[in-house]
C-alpha cells in the first residue's frame, strides 16, 4: 500500500481554507481552516498555525491558536502548543507539551441494561389490558 505525504516547508504562507486528500506535514504558516478529514496532519516544530483544524490524527510539535478536532486522536509532544479547544476520543499530551482550551472527548457509548443472570423479562404487550390490583388503604 502506497502512502503519500505532502509537505508544506518553512518558508510557504498560506490564507484560507487548505485542505488535503492524504497525510500533511505543515513547517510553515497557515491562517485559515486545515481539513485532512481521513489522514493525518502533522503541524512540524517550526509551524506557525492560526486555524481550526479538522483530521483523523492531529500531531501537533509546533504553534497552533485554533481548534483541533480528530476523529480518531490529538496529540501534542514536547514543545508543541495549542491554544484552543480539543474535540477527539483519544487525547494525548506529552511532558513539557503546552496546551490551554477545553477537552471534549465524547461520551462513553451506552451500554444496554443486562437483567441479572437468570432473570427473563417479557416484553411488554401493547394494547393489552393490565389486570388492575387492589390497594390496601
Do not use: C, W, Y
Not at 507539551?97 to 401493547?126: C, E, L, S, T, W
Amino acid at each position: 500500500m502506497e502512502s503519500n505525504q505532502v509537505s508544506i516547508g518553512p518558508k510557504v504562507a498560506v490564507k484560507g481554507e487548505l485542505t488535503a486528500g492524504e497525510d500533511l506535514t505543515i513547517d510553515g504558516r497557515i491562517d485559515g481552516t486545515i481539513q485532512v478529514r481521513d489522514h493525518v496532519v502533522t503541524i512540524g516544530p517550526h509551524a506557525e498555525i492560526a486555524a481550526d483544524v479538522t483530521a483523523r490524527i492531529v500531531v501537533i510539535l509546533g504553534s497552533v491558536k485554533g481548534n483541533a478536532t480528530a476523529t480518531e486522536k490529538v496529540e501534542i509532544r514536547t514543545g508543541g502548543a495549542l491554544e484552543g479547544d480539543i474535540t477527539a476520543p483519544r487525547v494525548a499530551l506529552a511532558d513539557g507539551a503546552h496546551f490551554r482550551g477545553r477537552i471534549d472527548m465524547g461520551a462513553p457509548p451506552a451500554k444496554p441494561a443486562q437483567p441479572p443472570a437468570g432473570v427473563q423479562v417479557a416484553a411488554p404487550q401493547v394494547g393489552a389490558p393490565q389486570p388492575v390490583r387492589p390497594v390496601a388503604v
